[in-house]
């Protein structure tokens, strides 16, 4: 593996795309300064590792991006125990794009995995829920335990599973929350983070995709008859759509947090850039009842950075923020104070 201590950064990559003049499915490798034509990935064939910097280059409806031939490469914390533990874990759904520069996944585990190791999470907990805990909470990335070394798999999660998903009318991936913090008979909090993508939705009608359930499946498979953070889905049939990951996120969340214990608080947490998603909050807020409405929050990536960087918590972390990319090019506000 390669002796760098981050991934490159916007200031190491050009986003002035050069295509070979004799053809179009061979760029330039993307890192700034490299001399070498690389072929594309494209339908019908595999793309070509830059043999000085080992990343594969993608270029998709002209927007560049790219990929590293060792994911590790892609991973600022802990990257053996990723490789070895996350790569390929039965209860991930989907391990593959790892080693992408807009993999949302390794997004997260770069952080949460990196302010779990600094003993930060009870921090950025509180930020993220408005309370003040000093313990530690458990960390769970997809549903597996990230607080220790064993990766288990989240028993709260798999009952949970059961209850909701265990006759799905359609052959789709069950639930898997991108990040939750837990500590038990205190809090549980259930984060949907978004990167390069949307926040995504059903639209009242007839199913359009193969393995997407309807609006209204959507809205009689997941509830339960004490949910607290949610109006009954009838208030939902009444709207034009519904953010369905935000939807079955908050209903997972105060399930289980009821079943954690008595007193454990549920919380549902959109994590997104700054500038981004900002119309999904208020219209989702119409689903959640009023006296629960601190309990679903959008957030932001710039929130944890600059909680960061105002203590100077972790300098590491906070570089990380400084330079990742996506499509080449800075991707988070990191310049305001």
Known sequence: MPDRDLPYGFDELDSNVQVHPD??????CFVRGCQHFVHRQTRDRKGELCPDHEIFCHLSGGTPTYSYRDERRNVIASPELFDDKIMGHP??????????????????????????????????????????????PDLYLWGIRASD?????????????????????????????????HLPGQYLVLIEAKFTS???????????????????????IYQFPEMRLL???EVARQKERVHYQLWRNTVFADWMARHDSPQTKPYH???????????????????????HAKQFRRATWEEIYRWLKL???????????????ASLEKCFHTNRG
Request: proline share 6%; aromatic share 12%; charged share 30%.
């Open 23 to 28: 053809n179009p499915n061979v760029v330039k």
């Open 91 to 136: 209860f991930k759904f989907d391990s593959k794009f790892l080693g992408h520069e807009k993999s949302e996944d390794t997004l997260s585990w770069n952080v949460f995995r990196s302010l779990h190791e600094a003993n930060l999470l009870a921090g950025v907990a509180n930020q993220l829920i408005g309370e003040d805990f000093a313990e530690e």
């Open 149 to 181: 070394d064993r990766f288990e798999p989240w028993d709260l999660l798999i009952q949970a599973r059961a209850y909701f998903e265990d006759d799905l009318p359609v052959d789709r991936p069950l639930t898997e929350p991108d990040i939750a913090l």
């Open 198 to 220: 949307q926040n995504t939705f059903y639209t009242s009608g007839p199913q359009t995709k193969k393995g997407e359930l309807t609006f209204d499946q959507l809205l009689d």
């Open 231 to 233: 109006h009954d889905p």
């Open 269 to 291: 947490v959109n994590l997104v850039r700054e500038g981004f998603e900002e119309h999904s909050e208020p219209e989702f807020q119409q689903l959640v009842r009023k006296e």
């Open 311 to 325: 203590e100077n918590l972790h300098p590491h972390l906070e570089k990380y923020f400084e330079q990742k990319s």
